[in-house]
DNA sequence: TTTCGTGCAAAGCATTTGCAAGTAG
DNA sequence: CTACTTGCAAATGCTTTGCACGAAA
């Protein structure tokens, strides 16, 4: 809640229930499960309220926005670097962990670098197993 | 040509039309746009043709789709190791050259890792120098 | 003939927008 | 009072699907 205010978001109970929800999963959940989830304990949420948080608490800098599925944006909380892992057959998002993330400069070809995103692709270990190997 | 019947995508007038395109252009288009732009050399080509097409060769390993842009995927025929650098302001992207893009294992946690992609976000050289800095 | 690619239109989702009402400063 | 937030519904836009026709194996 601190974090919110100083991020320049006021905080209100939709957005803490977003948040809070966020914080306590590691699925990288679309805007549509969070939706979904966060009307369990907030069943009057509107979904454009809950796309307008996650819209703002992204440009604070407060969690992330993936772009690791191409079909819907995901969402994650956890700030540390890592890298995010894309199943192919089944869509499941997993965190790779990593030293450090792919460090380009502050400034490249004259663009000042802000953010930089490791996305990686392939089958998961439980694809694996269930001999959905293919290939 | 060659390239795509080795990839197993049986090549058609329409299929040529779009890769001869996105191998001419360094603009990372989106679908609509490689409609768009296709559509004049072969004016009857139907969307979903061209839907069907990157598809076909983003599986055949041909092209590359690219999702750093969440509203719409994009698509490259350069297959080099490079970094995709997008603009927040104008929303713009370009290529990052790199001597290897972030490497990591085949087998990382027990996922198998096919493919890693390096996105960057910022503000583009275009951007700034406009005073559009913004920061 | 069986399969595959094409073109067209309609449908499906994710996301955004417009607007009225409520709330905080 | 003024600005911001919410909820609802409708619209927008990207992408996919269903179907009929035509070309190729």
């Not at 803490?16 to 990288?28: M, P, Q, R, V, W």
């Amino acid at each position: 809640m601190a974090r919110m205010r100083d991020a320049g978001v006021t905080p209100t109970m939709q957005r803490l229930a977003i948040l809070e929800f966020l914080e306590g999963t590691k699925s990288h959940p679309t805007a549509d499960k969070v939706y979904v989830e966060v009307r369990k304990t907030c069943p009057t949420i509107a979904r454009a309220t809950v796309y307008n948080t996650l819209e703002a608490l992204t440009k604070a800098g407060t969690i992330l926005q993936l772009t690791v599925d191409p079909s819907a944006a995901r969402y994650d909380a956890d700030l540390g670097p890592h890298v995010h892992f894309r199943c192919r057959l089944c869509g499941e998002v997993y965190d790779i962990d990593v030293k450090q993330e792919n460090c380009l400069g502050d400034l490249v070809k004259g663009h000042r670098v802000e953010a930089v995103r490791t996305y990686a692709f392939g089958v998961c270990a439980s694809c694996r197993k269930k001999g959905r190997d293919d290939a």
